[in-house]
């Protein structure tokens, strides 16, 4: 049995389906090449992250495939549906990477509460000889302890993410259409826990509340947050993207911040990856990653071990 992990996987998923009889190939193929690549070297298994698509072009040409595995959680950049039609499984890591991914959100907010971004970008080039104005210009911080942060999508990256605001003292408010309750554990490094259990609410009203907001929703046809969205937030609120790109109207956002409706933004996804648009990179209110929500190092093994798990379950 052959594995192609086109976008790489971890070496601890390497080891693990390698040592239940796999062999695992980690050559990047163009996607263009893929089809040829995959017949001429008999794929069994076709691993891919967010770069590689799995359209119906590999599905309907590649006879020796039997599984499509996705290090991550969305499945956007794969024919889902029409896979598994066709007989194939579809398989992917849901709970493996949501603790890097809140991580990352609560490092765009603490960053952009206290200008770290735009800080980084001007103390190399004035901190010499503007030391006192560049400290007067980010001396207004603000306190995320006390204030209101509003999870839009609530499943497993979204509670992980209001755990995190749980822990730091922030009261966290949530929307989702398709769960009415969730209960949070926090564990203490002693050994104690207590669990919060918070009951979503109209996206209306979290809109209304939260002074600050993370997303984590799935890709969609529309904005979840555009212009008419952000109208209804607090004026100086705060947005975070760590989802999917798409999911925010980008041009509804730039103007939102220049005009000081919102305070910030902090964007890990973007409308046009891997190519985002030049008003989004060189807003200044603006906290900037390159889509690395999952890259830790912890969570890749996890991802790659659980990969591995699924796919000697299924063709072992």
Known sequence: MKVLANDGVSQSGIDALEKAGFEVQTTTVAQDQLVNYINENEINVLLVRSATKVRTDIIDNCSSLKIIGRGGVGMDNIDVAYA???GLHVINTPAASSGSVAELVFAHLYGSVRFLHDANRNMPLEGDSK?????KAYAGGTELRGKTLGVIGIGRIGQATAKIA????????????FI??????????????????????SKEEVLKQADFFTLHVPAQKDY????????QMKDGAGLINAARGGVIDEVALVEALESGKLSF????VFENEPSPAI???MN????LTPHIGAATGEAQDRIGQELADQIISILK
Do not use: C, H
């Open 224 to 231: 979840v947050i555009g212009k008419a969205e952000i109208g």
């Open 166 to 177: 749980i822990g730091v003292g922030m009261n966290v408010v949530a929307f989702d259409p």
């Open 84 to 86: 598994r039609e066709k």
């Open 279 to 281: 008003k989004v990179l």
């Open 180 to 201: 009415e309750e969730v209960e949070i554990p926090l564990e203490f490094f002693d050994g104690q826990s207590l669990n919060f259990k918070i009951k979503t609410v």
């Open 284 to 287: 200044n209110k603006i906290s």
């Open 131 to 135: 030391f006192k104005n560049l400290k």
């Open 265 to 268: 933004a902090g964007l890990d």
